[in-house]
């Protein structure tokens, strides 16, 4: 069997991730066309994949029909909806990174491209496909803790990870791009209705807001700085951009976040030196040199918890909160008629309240693909073999879900926003 072909648009970092799936996995699938507005990562982007200049684009309007079989949409998030739509017209498949789009109506008029042009569709939704979370649905499916009642999940951001991307960054601004429910947490809104499926949601409410990343909340002995590089306090500052970035510059790692500062998926800075002297100057000049009590376009909340009940008077709660040393590593305790599991993103635990007995389950000793060099977890790779699986059989089901599964996840989040906002309970 030929490899599957795709064409990456938006060759960031997630266009990279994708792509180097498939470079590690060139017999199953092969990136044969790009479409990338920054010159620089479209040309080295172009080099790793050995992509003729016929099927090199700037603008995704002039991408014709027959390239490749589907196309990966790994643009900021206000960008996927017009491109999908146009894309899937002209027949490619599509893996829309999450998310789908910033509104409702969006997300449907995504939603109706994909039913209406008959591709397959996979969402970046990439923790359903991680090899813990496969584990974990197995033991659920199989009824080991009986009927699912209450859902507890907590999504730590990190607090350093918050400033960089929800304070400093990309996701500071709800206008730019999207609310922090859903920028951050459409994963995990996405793994409580999986986990709790074929039971759906059907109320949601929501408190929370921006608590500590704001004027008023600026120490005093920070003073008028607005610049972590004039701050007084920029040695001890928890969330000193020079604390962040400087140490990172100085072992020459590269990678995220340095590369986001630096404004590019590769960084060229061959020495500790000269990686420092790129990384102050971009402090100096740039967004991740702000002080983060001074930003006055971040607006996306820093704390949230949403609470959904879903048919037959089961519960979830899911709390999103940037003041964490875990980056990321989700906790989540599933409590059933017969047993509880406690989980941690790697391994989880299954109690069995009739036997008393507990056991600890390694997904490593799952009979699940793995893929030991991707991020999340391994469910970058999980969705990329599952999407895969997909296009070689032409079978939606190989995805574990379709269009209309990922537009209910995301009506949840937005659901669960307007209930915060709103102050009320959100019938679905
Ligand atoms: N699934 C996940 O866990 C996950 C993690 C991080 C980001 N994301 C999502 O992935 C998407 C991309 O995020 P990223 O961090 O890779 O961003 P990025 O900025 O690294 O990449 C986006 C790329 O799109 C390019 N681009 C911009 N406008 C374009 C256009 N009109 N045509 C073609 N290319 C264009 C940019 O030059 C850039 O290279 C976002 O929607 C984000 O929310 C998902």
Request: aromatic content about 8%; charged content about 25%.
């Amino acid at each position: 069997m030929s490899p599957v072909t795709f064409i990456v648009v938006g060759a960031g970092q997630r266009g990279n991730v994708y792509g180097d799936f498939c470079l590690r996995n060139p017999l199953a699938a092969s990136v044969v066309a790009v479409c990338e507005t920054n010159s620089k990562r479209k040309r080295n982007f172009v080099d790793k994949h050995s992509i003729s200049q016929d099927n090199v684009f700037d603008d995704y309007k002039l991408i014709p029909a027959g390239l490749a079989q589907a196309a990966v949409v790994s643009t900021l998030d206000d960008l996927h909806v017009d491109m999908v739509v146009r894309l899937a017209s002209l027949g490619y498949s599509i893996l829309c990174e999450k998310p789908m789009a910033t509104t409702l109506a969006d997300c449907e008029r995504m939603r109706k491209a994909v039913k209406d042009n008959n591709v397959l569709f996979a969402c970046g939704h990439v923790l359903r496909y991680s090899p813990y979370t496969r584990a974990l649905k197995k033991v659920l499916d199989a009824g080991e803790i009986g009927d699912i009642v209450n859902i507890a999940h907590i999504e730590p951001v990190g607090w350093y990870h918050f400033a960089h991307s929800f304070v400093r960054g990309n996701w500071r601004n709800e206008a730019q791009t999207s609310f922090s429910l859903m920028t951050k947490c459409c994963h995990d809104i996405d793994l409580l209705l999986h986990y709790m499926t074929p039971n759906k949601a059907t109320r949601v409410s929501s408190f929370g807001g921006l608590y500590h990343f704001k004027k008023s909340q600026k120490p005093k002995a920070a003073g008028t700085a607005t610049k972590c590089l004039e701050c007084p306090l920029k040695d001890s500052c928890a969330y000193s951009a020079t604390q962040l970035y400087i140490p990172n510059a100085r072992r020459l790692n590269r990678g995220w976040p340095v590369s986001v500062v630096c404004e590019g998926a590769e960084v060229d800075a061959q020495t500790p030196k000269d990686l420092e002297d790129l990384v102050m100057d971009k402090l100096a000049n740039g967004p991740y040199g702000n002080c983060v009590y001074e930003i006055e376009d971040n607006d996306v909340c820093d704390q949230q918890v949403v609470n959904v009940e879903f048919e037959g008077g089961k519960t979830a709660t899911m709390t999103m909160i940037a003041f964490t040393e875990a980056v990321c590593q989700r906790s989540t305790r599933i409590h059933g008629t017969k047993g509880e599991i406690i989980g941690d993103m790697s391994k989880f635990t299954v109690f069995n309240f009739e036997t008393r007995e507990k056991r600890q389950v390694d997904p490593a000793t799952f009979d699940l693909d793995k893929d030991g060099t991707s991020g999340h977890g391994g469910g970058d790779s999980g969705l990329m073999n599952a999407f895969v699986r997909a296009l070689q059989t032409g079978d939606q089901s190989k995805v574990g879900c379709d269009v209309d599964d990922v537009f209910n996840s995301h009506a949840l989040v937005f659901a669960a926003e307007e209930a915060r906002r709103k102050g009320t309970v959100v019938s679905l």
